[in-house]
């Protein structure tokens, strides 16, 4: 079944789909887009920028700057 810009589904065929459309633009029918994305937990996100500071504390500075000329590489071979 195909989907919309957003992952809500529309009929497959051509007729459905026109009918469904006009549907909406009259007012006839209401447009459903589906479930929202749920938000992100916070907390698991603070665990994660945690971690990110930890690893970069237990990193010597040569390891990081080897990873950061590793990555300008990349940047660059593009």
Known sequence: MPTGPKGQHRPADA????IRVAQI????AEEDFGPEKPEKNEAA?????????ARS????PERRAEIA???????WKR
């Open 69 to 75: 000329r590793m990555a300008a590489e990349k940047r």
């Open 15 to 18: 007729i459905g789909n026109a």
């Open 45 to 53: 996100a603070e665990m994660g920028r945690k971690g990110a500071a």
């Open 25 to 28: 633009a009259t007012g006839e």
């Open 57 to 60: 504390a237990a990193m010597t």
